[in-house]
């Protein structure tokens, strides 16, 4: 049955309002993969792409499958799921952050199968809400006819924001909101994001993500155009790993699914897809995670004849200062699996 808008964020409000102790008062639980070294999981498969538009539904299943294997170390694909979202009641909400700027998205035949594992664990269709900044966007890739499921889609500029939850943007003297999709509305997040190369940041992928979780480019909300442009200044490096040192999109954040199928190389992150990259690349820590990412995108880069990003790409080392996560290769436990 189909429910509408206000009835999901009713009830869902209500939920979240009745257990909610702000989550900047509470510690992280101990996180399953860094007690010693972050796990980082690639998997790849060549058959995964056809040209720079078409992917395989089920070479996707198979690569998530052994991923989530992998990563967790069980048995089944319902444990991997249970595993990476412990202790959900039905009554719960998962929310899972997509990436769709500009013309190169988070593929909904990945949507899909992330929306499958749900399912399979017991997540109501209707407890699902895929999100980002703005639902124009997931308009425009029509993530409504091509995900065959019924659950909820919204812009973070439709709740509003979280005045009990800011994140402290320290290095431009800010004190910004979270929305309140993740704050109230979401037990856990899944984060989505795409290989894209940045020109302010070097890198758009699993911290650069988090930046649709707070109010930027909305004319309509009072402190927009001061936040855009600070949360923009000198490569972007302090502003989003101040961000990612939050709390709430820490403890929120159970899993990154990084979508490396279809990526940009280069002058990103608003143009189509220029590479086939054939990869999933699966994590808990996201500074881990991108810390692989960008090895990946500048290796694709050098094969082009383009220069490296590293230098444009600073969140990830100041995330990693900021104890986010690693960037340190010694603490870091790659797996990789091909499945071509």
């Not at 070479?59 to 991997?80: Q, S, V, Y």
């Not at 409504?144 to 800011?166: C, E, H, P």
Request: with cysteine.
């Amino acid at each position: 049955m189909k429910i509408t808008r206000r009835e999901f964020l009713k009830t869902s409000t209500k939920i979240a309002v009745g257990s909610f102790t702000s989550p900047l008062m509470g510690s992280s639980p101990l996180l399953y993969g860094m007690e010693e070294k972050s796990s980082v999981i690639i998997v790849s498969h060549i058959q995964v792409t056809k040209g720079l538009s078409d992917v395989n539904l089920n070479a996707i299943k198979l690569m998530l499958e052994k991923a989530l294997i992998e990563f967790t170390g069980e048995k089944t694909l319902p444990e991997a799921w249970s595993k990476c979202l412990p202790q959900l009641q039905s009554k719960d909400t998962v929310g899972i952050k997509i990436n769709s700027t500009g013309y190169c998205p988070s593929r909904p035949e990945l949507i899909s199968v992330i929306i499958d594992g749900l399912i399979g664990i017991g997540i109501k269709e209707t407890n699902i809400l895929i999100f980002d900044h703005r639902e124009e966007n997931m308009k425009k890739h029509r993530y409504w006819d091509s995900i065959k499921y019924d659950v909820q889609y919204m812009g973070t500029n439709q709740l509003d924001f979280d005045n009990r939850a800011r994140a402290s943007i320290e290095s431009q003297g800010k004190k910004v909101p979270l929305t309140k999709i993740i704050t109230q509305l979401c037990k856990y997040i899944i984060n989505v994001p795409v290989l894209k190369d940045h020109i302010i940041s070097g890198l758009s992928f699993s911290l650069k993500n988090a930046y649709g979780y707070i109010p930027l480019f909305w004319k309509t909300h009072m402190e927009d155009r001061s936040l855009t442009w600070a949360m923009h200044k000198k490569d972007a490096a302090a502003q989003i790993a101040e961000l990612n040192a939050n709390p709430v999109i820490r403890e929120k954040t159970r899993l990154i699914i990084g979508d490396c199928l279809l990526c940009i190389l280069d002058k990103g992150p608003l143009g189509l897809p220029q590479w086939a990259g054939n990869r999933l690349i699966i994590g808990k820590d996201s500074v881990a995670v991108d810390h692989i990412a960008l090895k990946l995108l500048n290796n694709a880069r050098a094969e082009k004849g383009l220069r490296e990003v590293t230098s444009r790409a600073g969140h990830i080392h100041h995330a990693a200062r900021l104890g986010v996560g690693t960037n340190d290769d010694n603490k870091i436990e790659l797996k990789r699996i091909d499945l071509s």
